[in-house]
């Protein structure tokens, strides 16, 4: 497996094992019941956890914020998530991500150069798809323009492809392969394969395929565990957020022991 410049430059190492930290939901959202400076505790306290039990990277999502808005967030919530991220930065320097749901690629990689994180996760970025907030469409022209335009070229933006929880019909004719072509053509840093749901396992065969089509970073980003993620020896990287929570739900309390698990699972796979 050959590792991409730009996946060495934003992980410093030839595979990356990414710790999802679902920050609560933050102000103004429809659940938003703690105040921001228990948020950005428990972040911090999830992402030592991460840290200890071998992970090399860790990402900051706002999924509790649901039902999300479709490719926008207001100010305080790049406001909650630039301070949490910076908080995360400060205690826990591990390669850190961001993804704002939905679809809020700008609002993403503004927080990003922010608080000094090292990739965004996209959504929308080539293509169409229908999701749950509606019509996602196509944003890398935009949004490869606005990183360069405030000084974050620096920042690898990493682009989910076949969406989870979308249809995907409007694009049937074109294969998941032809999806990571095009992404890559488009200048992404690295693409994402996932399975049709959160916690629902990507296709081994379809990550093997993607990263025999592109030669930039292959993420697995949904369903994995210590007893599958041998099965991806064709990835780069590995995005963990369900299996290593309570239960191996996403919305419940990190577990220790799981992630203890999964981050020996990950330095068996090796370099």
């Known amino acids: 497996m050959s590792t991409p410049e730009s996946f060495t430059r934003a992980f410093g190492a030839p595979r990356a094992l990414i710790g999802m930290l679902h920050v609560g939901a933050l102000p103004g959202t429809p659940r938003a019941h703690e105040p921001l400076a228990a948020l950005i505790t428990r972040a911090v306290a999830e992402a030592r956890v991460y840290q200890g039990a071998g992970f090399t990277a860790l990402a900051i999502e706002n999924m509790h914020d ?5 490719g926008t967030v207001g100010p305080e919530i790049v406001a909650a998530m630039t301070a949490i991220g910076s908080a995360v930065r400060r205690e826990v320097p591990l390669p850190l991500g961001v993804q704002v749901l939905a679809g809020a690629n700008r609002e993403a990689l503004a927080v990003a150069l922010a608080c000094g994180a090292s990739f965004v996760r996209a959504e929308g970025y080539v293509f169409a798809h229908v999701a749950d907030e509606g019509l996602i469409e196509a944003s890398s022209g935009e949004l490869l323009r606005y990183r360069r335009a405030i000084g974050a070229e620096h ?34 840093d690295g693409v994402v394969v996932t399975g049709s749901a959160t916690g629902v396992a990507a296709s081994a065969a379809e990550v093997r395929d993607v990263a025999a ?14 007893a599958n993620v041998g099965s991806f020896m064709s990835a780069h990287g590995f995005i963990v957020g369900s299996s290593v929570k309570q239960g191996g739900l996403w919305s419940n309390a990190i577990d220790p022991a799981a992630c203890a698990a999964m981050g020996r699972a990950f330095a068996a796979l090796g370099a």
């Open 155 to 188: 920042i690898a933006v990493l682009t989910d492809i076949k969406k989870k929880h979308s249809a995907h019909a409007i694009t049937a004719d074109v294969s998941l392969v032809e999806t990571a072509q095009a992404a890559e053509f488009f200048l992404a």
């Open 213 to 226: 089509a592109v030669d930039i970073g292959v993420f697995v980003g949904s369903g994995l565990t210590p």
């Open 66 to 70: 649901r039902p999300y808005l479709k």
